[in-house]
């Protein structure tokens, strides 16, 4: 039989999720369109990524730097995300590159951002990453100091926060992360509530290829997915 090809693979899991992604929205009470759809395509070759962006995909998030630097130049139009872990000494090759930084994960990050912003004379859009399960393995605000935190980031220059993002425990069953999303969601409704000036909690970033499901029938409403679109990747 006959391997299928990277783009073949694609069509025929976007099809698929984008339907996923129509029922848990309704499960949620939301439309499909109220629902981001983002490709994470570490390791996935640009003709894949233009295949994906010509089949309707809008949304595309890096995680490595010098990946997305050797890429960046070779995308069709798309909007596009820094989704990994980020140094401080990278984010001056990617400031003003990309629309928004979803993993902002710490005080120095985000002077770093702010800093390298005010030189470029713009405003990066920031997600701050929430350590949701209290992991020492990961990074990310703690859910006890993320308001804190957040006001102290919304003061600085060259900086607007446009929400919240997480990556929680790994589960064997998606299902045993629904307490951590609903917690999620919980904490992103309550810091909107205070309406802190210049942030806005538009978006709620949690949810991979193993439980974006749960995620959006949990208040999620970007989705960041890579092997369910693209296939097992080797890296």
Not at 96 to 104: A, D, F, N, Y
Not at 159 to 180: A, F, Q, W
């Amino acid at each position: 039989m006959t391997e299928k090809s990277s783009v073949e693979i694609f069509d025929e899991n976007y099809a698929y999720i984008k339907e996923k992604i129509a029922d848990a929205a309704k499960v949620s009470g939301r439309k499909p369109q109220d629902i981001t759809l983002l490709a994470a395509t570490k390791t996935v070759d640009v003709a894949v990524i233009n295949h994906a962006i010509e089949s309707g995909l809008q949304f595309i998030g890096e995680n490595k730097v010098q990946e997305f630097l050797m890429k960046n130049d070779s995308y069709l139009p798309v909007h596009k995300h820094f989704i990994g872990h980020l140094q401080t000494n990278k984010v001056k090759d990617i400031v003003g590159k990309l629309e928004l930084i979803q993993s902002v994960d710490s005080l120095h990050l985000a002077k770093e951002i702010s800093k390298q912003s005010v030189k470029n004379g713009i405003t990066t859009d920031i997600l701050l990453e929430v350590n949701i399960g209290r992991e020492e393995s990961k990074s990310g605000f703690l859910c006890d100091d993320i308001c804190e935190n957040l006001k102290i980031i919304a003061q600085m220059d060259g900086i607007h926060i446009k929400g919240l993002m997480t990556i929680p425990p790994v589960c064997v069953n998606s299902e045993d992360n629904r307490k951590y999303f609903a917690k999620m969601n919980n904490l992103f409704v309550d810091i909107g509530a205070k309406k802190i000036d210049n942030s806005s909690m538009d978006i709620l970033s949690m949810g991979m290829s193993d439980d974006y499901y749960t995620a959006i029938s949990e208040g999620a409403n970007l989705v960041r997915i890579g092997t369910a679109l693209f296939g097992k990747r080797y890296y």
